[in-house]
Structure formats: structure tokens, C-alpha cells
């Protein structure tokens, strides 16, 4: 029997020291591919930054062409308010639509551009409605039975009964 464990503790320390082995080969290994992962990210950091710049490039292009093209409206505008013979087809067409549709129903023909305003909501008054458990204390205050309130509330009795026992402990 003592050989048998003795055996076994053989086998043990043997896969041990091969496990710690292939363990260390692979610390070695990463301690080399470390150098390789951060060189890897730092193309790919390099790689988000050129990207970044190119967007930057392409909303500050964007950006300007959509400066000249309001600035080329704006001189078409003031050509047509100054030759006075344009239509109003014509002037229709180069403002937004937006601002269209301010003109049709806010305007009494002026020619000048006015910015977009929101048309102004009508103010409501505020309606207060009891609810169904102050109804049914109002009316018990006034004398009504239970029954009675039940059918003038379309309740059922034992529900209005509940409303009525929670008053008075209250």
C-alpha cells in the first residue's frame, strides 16, 4: 500500500513540474507578444485618430458650404426684393420650408425674411373633478345611506361601505 501511495505521489509531482513548466514557457511568451499587443494598439490608436481628423475635415467642409449656400440665398433674395418683378413662385421656392409656411398663414405680404416663431398655443382653464372617494364622503356628510350613494355613484355597496369605514376612522 505504501507503494502504491508513494507511486501516485510520484505521478503527481511529475504532471506538477510539467504543468509548471508549460506554464513558465508561456509567461516567457507573453512577456514578448506584450511588446506586440502594445504596438498593436498603438497603430490602432493611430488608426482612430486619423479618423477622427478626417471627420473634423468633413464637418468643417460641410459647415462651409452650408455657409455659402444660405449666403447665396440670402443674395438671390435681396435680388429679387430689389428688381421687384420676381414672383412670388420664386420666392417661395428659395426659403425654407419652414419659413413657408409662417409666411402663408403670418404675414400680410411683406417681402422681408423673418425667422421661424411657433405659433402660440391657447391657453385652457384647468376643470377640478372630484374623485369617487370624495363624492362618496360629501354625500355620506349629507345624509345618504350607503345604499343610496352606491346607486347614485354606479358603485357596488360594499365597495362604498369600505370608502364609508375608512372615513370614520379617520
Not at 514578448?32 to 502594445?38: F, I, R, S
Not at 471627420?55 to 429679387?80: P, V
Not at 426684393?81 to 421656392?93: R, W
Not at 345624509?143 to 365597495?159: N, R, S
Amino acid at each position: 500500500m505504501l507503494t502504491f501511495l508513494l507511486f501516485i505521489s510520484l505521478l503527481l509531482h511529475i504532471f506538477t513540474f510539467i504543468a509548471i513548466r508549460l506554464l513558465f514557457q508561456k509567461l516567457q511568451q507573453s512577456g514578448n507578444g506584450g511588446q506586440v499587443k502594445t504596438d498593436s494598439l498603438q497603430q490602432s490608436e493611430e488608426m482612430l485618430s486619423a479618423f477622427l481628423h478626417e471627420i473634423r475635415e468633413e464637418n468643417d467642409r460641410l459647415l462651409k458650404e452650408l455657409d455659402d449656400h444660405s449666403s447665396k440665398n440670402k443674395q438671390t433674395a435681396q435680388k429679387n426684393s430689389n428688381e421687384g418683378g420676381g414672383s412670388a413662385f420664386v420666392k417661395a421656392e428659395q426659403t425654407p420650408p419652414y419659413k413657408q409656411s409662417y409666411r402663408k398663414h403670418h404675414t400680410s405680404g411683406k417681402a422681408e425674411d423673418s425667422e421661424y416663431v411657433p405659433p402660440i398655443p391657447e391657453v385652457q382653464q384647468d376643470t377640478v373633478e372630484e374623485s369617487v372617494t370624495a363624492k362618496v364622503y360629501s354625500l355620506y356628510d349629507q345624509g345618504y345611506t350607503v345604499d343610496e350613494i352606491a346607486k347614485k355613484l354606479d358603485k357596488g355597496k360594499t365597495e362604498v361601505e369600505l370608502m364609508v369605514k375608512f372615513h370614520r376612522k379617520n
